[in-house]
Structures are given as structure tokens and as C-alpha cells.
């Protein structure tokens, strides 16, 4: 219902209620008044009796003459009825019907003659008052009624004037913004009756901007969050893609600089041997190196763009300041090493920028030159400014270069033995030594062994490499007379599986079975896990030589209790997750309880890497594993 039919509405109740007051009341005066006709009509028959002395027939026809009755009666005192009339008025009369609601009703009035012996009894007629009445009412009502239409159409004319007026103070108070909130509502050009109103929005106003203050710094919160990396506190790849994308599609500015693209070559290999709250540290330390080589430089910003990858945006750089940059770096990254005792810190591909390049291409080409570092001297760097390497054989450069470095490592032998102990946990537990292969170029750097391992599998060269170092382990064994200790050699599933390899290892190992007798070969249970009935052949030729096998990493598959059935290996080596902090982690002690016991039944020993603490040892050796492994146990020395 809208404004205008309230009003009217309204203003018709109270027209009905005014109408219907005005009638009671001009009604009942009017009764009044009639009443006070009838008593002066008996003074008037008394004094028309003095005299008239007419006979009563004739007295009738006088008095209705002269006045007009609604009924009369006119009787001898003896009651003998000389006359009766009655006008018998038919017809609707409003102002009558009202005043017989409300109890006011004509009575008959007598007049007696003693003189004349005559008694007149009537009611004097109201039908054309009451019908002018009637008249009255009616035209009251009509006018009232054109006065409420008027004032109604009057009221919602200003009203609505009022109210736009209002709203529109309102609404541009609402569109106008101090500090980038909404204008107070201003009350005192307020009409009074929206003054509540407004200063109810203005507390809503309040309340809302508070609301929406908290959700800006919760989303901004949380979008800082999104784009920042927990451990290192720098931007993520998230943040990286998103900056990149805008230098990059901005082509009205002079967008230029270069991106250069760190890989912390030995993350893989210290989260494994030393832990990964070591592995923490390494990545928080090359950080903190590239940052403060970068800090040279205005407005650079730096991401970790994943595990073990950094990326470096430095604008309004060219390639020659670029190539101080990476000299800068290289330094950094040397002492570093030093510092950590590591074969290599990180490598760097660098590659120049400006606005219009596409994303993609650029980390193709940093990728790229990551590679071709990696092939270099340790800690190296390449900048890769040449995009035309992306297209057709050339893109196979970083590649080839990898292949040339593999072919010399194997056909020179540039490999280097480093044995880690495993301490035993008693004295009767049989355990070895590992031995860890690093792998040198022309130059005797030594090249990442993780990136180096890779490659190999990814060329086909793999087989080779285990070769190389199984035959070097022998000979370094006979060369330094070791032939009293035992030592494992690490062995991809790959050359495990291969026929071809097998037979070459066998008649290796049987051409010297005093070593073979004093060695262990570890294979990742994952990887023997791919073909069962190869890993069972290998197993059996390595026992047909008096050689034994380490199932390595082992617990990090879904079916390690059925390899006690199918494998029956002699050394089991529990995956390092197990052994991180298993003083304070009561399942990993249930589950490697579990393990130990059904091992023991069956004759297999058990061995614990990746031990860093002195509480973790001795809850390792509270559960009776055989061996624990691990930098707090002795780190990797040169065999």
C-alpha cells in the first residue's frame, strides 16, 4: 500500500468519524427542539381555545388546518373518541433513523379543557425538517469528502517532496566518500521526523565500516598470506606469476631488467642425510644470500617459486651488470659452501626481459640455462640470452651439454667415494658403511649428484654410471686393503631389473668374492616394488655371490609388510621420516616396533637413517633397531 492510499484512508475514517459526530449532534439538538414545539403547542391550543368555541367536529378541521400533525387525537374527558388521525409517514429518513439509534424519541403531548370537555392528544410532524436535515448531512458529507480528497492529494504531494528531498540528502551523503568511507549523514537539513532515521544510518554507517575494515585486513591478510612462503618469508610463485604478468603486459612503460632463476642443488640431498630441519636452514641461507647480493640493486624482489627453486627480478638491469650480479652470487655461494660442507650451494640461470616477452618462454629459458650451469664449475651460472635455443635442435643445447659431461664422467672415471658409517645399537648387530658417489668434471668440480643422477636416467646412461661406481667401490676397496669392512653401494631399480646388468655384476662380484662377500647393495623399496619377480632374480644372484641387500627408504610404500614374504632382503632401512623426532612421536615408535619385531622373526636386520639427535638415537635403540645412520652418527667422509 503506498503513501497516498494511506492517507486517503486515513483521512476517510476520520471523514466518516466527523460526518457521523456532526449528524448525532445537529440530530439531536433538532430532538430537542421538537420537543420544545410540542410544549408550545399546548400554550397555543390553550390560548385558541379561549376563543374558539366550535364543536369538536369542527375544532378537528380547524387543527389540521392550521397545523400539521404526524397523529391527533381528539376525545371527550369521558374518553368517548371524537377523532384519531395518523399520517402513517412511509420513506427512509437518515437524521430520524439516527436519532431513534440513539434512544431520542417524540413523545405525545395532552392538552385537557374542562371548559370545552375535550382532551387533544398529537404528535406534530418532522418529515420535512427531518428530510432538510437529511440535505444537510449529505452535503456536509460530500463536502468533507472533496475536502479529504484535496487535503489527501495536498499531503502526498508534500510528503513526497519531503521524502525525496530527504533520500536524496541521504543517498549523497552514501555516494560521497571522506578517506574512501561513506559521508555522515548531515541531520540537522533533515526534516525532524528523519533526524531517527538518520542518525540510525549513520550508527549503521559505523558499524558497517568497521565491519568492512576487519574484512579488508582479514583479506589482505590472507591474500599476503596466499602470496608469501611460510618458511623463507618471501613471495611465492603465486605473487612471482602475478608481478611478472604485470612488467610484462604494461608495454607503455620501458619495462626491462633480468630474471634469474636459482636451484638449491643440495636441498634433495640434506633433507635425506642430514634432515629436513637442516634442509630448513640450507634454503632460509641461500635465501639470505641471493637477497643480500640483490640488495645492491633498487627495487629487486625475490620469490621462492618452489622446494628448491628462487627467482630474482632486478629491472633496469642489463646483461653486463647482470654478469657482476651472478660473479656477486657465485662468491656468496662459495663461502657458503664452505661453511655448510656441501659439494654445491645452488646454480643460476639468467635471462633479460622487457615488456611484451611472454612468461613462459622466459622460465623455459632460465630453466635452460640452469642446465647448461649445472655443467659448468660448481655454483656456476649461464646467461641464456639467445631465445632462438627454444626452437627445434637447439633446444636440445643444455642437453647435449649434459650428455658431453656424462660420456667424459664415465669414460674418464670421474667419480669420487665418500663412505657415511652406520653405528650399530649392539654388539652383536652386523652393519656397514655407504658408500656416497660424487661425480667431477674436467675441471674436478664436483656436479650436483641429484641433478647428475637425473640426467643419466633421463639419457639412457644410468646402468653405465651404477657400473662406473660399483667397479671403482671394488677397486678402492683392493687398492686401500678395506677388504675386513663392509659397504653398501647404492643401486638404481632400473640396472636391478636389467638382465644384461645382472650378469655383468655377477661375474664382477664372483671375480673378486672376498669383497663380494663384505658388500650390501641398497635399492628404494619403491623401486623394487615395480617389477617383483626381476627384484626376486636380483636378490637371488647377490646371494648366489655371497653379496647382500638393503630394502632402502622403506615404509614409505603401502605394501612394506608384504615384502618380508616376497623379497626376504637381509638389511631393511627405514625411511628418515620415521626417524625425525621419534623421541616425541609415540606412533612412528608403535609402527616401527612393528616393524622391528616381525624383521627379527624373520632374520632381517633393521637400520635407522637420517638420526640427527642424541634423543632420537637412543629411542631408535630402545625399540632395538640394529643400526642408526645419520650426521649425528659421522658425517660423509672420502673413502
Known amino acids: 500500500m503506498n503513501i497516498f492510499q494511506r492517507i486517503l484512508i486515513q483521512n476517510l475514517v476520520f471523514l466518516l468519524i466527523l460526518v457521523s459526530c456532526s449528524a448525532i449532534t445537529i440530530c439531536t439538538v433538532y430532538e430537542n427542539h421538537l420537543q420544545q414545539r410540542q ?13 374558539d368555541k366550535s364543536t ?3 375544532l378537528v378541521k380547524n387543527l389540521k388546518t392550521s397545523f400539521d400533525y404526524q397523529w391527533l387525537k381528539v376525545e371527550r374527558l369521558s374518553g368517548e373518541v371524537e377523532h384519531i388521525y395518523d399520517a402513517n409517514q412511509q420513506g427512509f429518513i437518515l437524521s430520524k433513523m439516527l436519532a431513534e439509534l440513539l434512544g431520542s424519541k417524540i413523545e405525545s403531548q395532552t392538552y385537557a379543557n374542562q371548559l370545552a370537555d375535550i382532551r387533544i392528544s398529537f404528535v406534530l410532524s418532522s418529515r420535512t425538517e427531518y428530510q432538510l436535515i437529511d440535505s444537510l448531512i449529505y452535503a456536509l458529507a ?11 492529494i495536498i499531503s502526498r504531494s508534500i510528503l513526497s517532496r519531503i521524502i525525496a528531498k530527504s533520500v536524496h540528502h541521504i543517498v549523497r551523503s552514501f555516494n560521497r566518500t571522506q578517506g574512501n568511507e561513506p559521508e555522515k549523514i548531515p541531520t540537522h537539513v533533515l526534516p525532524g521526523e528523519f533526524r531517527e532515521l538518520a542518525d540510525q544510518l549513520n550508527e549503521l554507517r559505523s558499524q558497517l565500516k568497521g565491519q568492512i575494515d576487519h574484512w579488508q585486513q582479514s583479506a589482505e591478510s590472507y ?4 602470496t608469501k612462503d611460510e618458511l623463507t618469508g618471501l613471495g611465492n610463485r603465486l605473487s612471482f606469476v602475478e608481478d611478472l604478468e604485470n612488467l610484462l603486459s604494461d608495454e607503455e612503460e620501458e619495462n626491462f631488467g633480468v630474471l634469474v632463476v636459482t636451484r638449491a642443488s643440495e636441498l634433495q640431498n640434506i633433507n635425506q642425510n ?3 630441519e637442516t634442509g630448513d636452514q640450507y634454503v632460509c641461507d641461500v635465501a639470505q644470500n641471493i637477497q643480500r647480493v640483490a640488495n645492491n640493486y633498487k627495487n629487486v624482489r625475490l620469490y621462492r617459486i618452489n622446494g628448491s627453486d628462487f627467482a630474482l627480478l632486478i629491472p633496469h638491469v642489463t646483461i653486463k651488470e647482470a654478469h657482476n650480479f651472478a660473479q656477486n652470487l657465485f662468491g656468496r655461494f662459495t663461502e657458503l659452501q664452505q661453511i655448510l660442507e656441501t659439494n654445491s650451494i645452488g646454480y643460476s640461470g639468467i635471462v633479460p626481459y622487457q615488456a611484451g616477452d611472454s612468461m613462459g618462454e622466459l622460465l623455459a629459458l632460465a630453466d635452460t640455462g ?9 655454483n656456476g651460472w649461464h646467461i641464456q640470452n639467445d631465445k632462438s635455443i627454444l626452437n627445434s635442435v637447439s633446444a636440445k643445447y643444455g642437453n647435449q651439454n649434459w650428455k658431453s659431461i656424462i660420456d667424459e664422467v664415465i669414460d674418464k672415471q670421474h667419480v ?7 653405528q650399530p645399537a649392539n654388539k652383536t648387530a652386523k652393519v656397514y658403511s655407504e658408500i656416497l658417489a660424487r661425480f667431477v668434471n674436467a675441471q674436478g668440480d664436483v656436479l650436483p649428484t641429484a641433478s647428475f643422477v637425473a640426467m643419466a636416467e633421463k639419457m639412457d646412461k644410468i646402468i653405465d654410471i651404477d657400473k662406473l ?4 667401490t671394488i677397486k678402492t676397496i683392493q687398492n686401500k686393503n678395506l677388504n675386513n669392512q663392509f659397504f653398501a653401494i647404492n643401486l638404481t631399480a632400473r640396472s636391478a631389473h636389467d638382465e644384461q646388468f645382472c650378469v655383468w655384476l655377477e661375474r664382477r662380484l664372483l671375480r673378486d668374492s672376498m669383497i663380494s662377500a663384505k658388500l650390501v647393495f641398497e635399492v628404494s623399496e619403491f623401486g623394487l616394488q615395480q617389477n617383483i619377480q626381476a627384484s626376486q632374480r636380483f636378490i637371488g644372484m647377490l646371494h648366489r655371490t655371497g653379496a647382500r641387500l638393503t630394502v632402502e627408504r622403506f615404509g614409505v610404500g603401502f605394501t612394506s609388510f608384504k615384502f618380508f614374504r616376497d623379497i626376504k632382503p637381509d638389511f631393511i632401512k627405514v625411511d628418515g621420516s620415521y626417524s625425525r623426532n621419534i623421541d616425541e612421536d609415540k606412533n612412528n615408535q608403535y609402527f616401527l616396533r612393528v616393524i622391528v619385531d616381525l624383521a627379527h622373526r624373520l632374520g632381517i636386520s633393521v637400520l635407522a637413517e637420517s638420526v640427527e639427535t642424541q634423543e632420537e638415537k637412543h629411542a631408535l635403540e630402545h625399540i632395538f633397531v640394529d643400526g642408526t645412520q645419520g650426521y649425528f652418527i659421522g658425517k660423509p667422509s672420502e673413502l
Open 39 to 51: 410544549l408550545d403547542h399546548v400554550t397555543q391550543l390553550n390560548r385558541l381555545f379561549e376563543f
Open 56 to 58: 369538536p367536529k369542527q
Open 142 to 152: 460530500l463536502l468533507f469528502l472533496a475536502l479529504t480528497f484535496i487535503n489527501a
Open 223 to 226: 591474500r599476503h598470506e596466499a
Open 274 to 276: 642430514r634432515g629436513y
Open 370 to 378: 640452469i642446465s647448461i650451469a649445472l655443467t659448468k664449475q660448481t
Open 416 to 422: 669420487k667415494l665418500y663412505y657415511q658409517p652406520i
Open 469 to 472: 661406481v660399483v667397479d671403482a
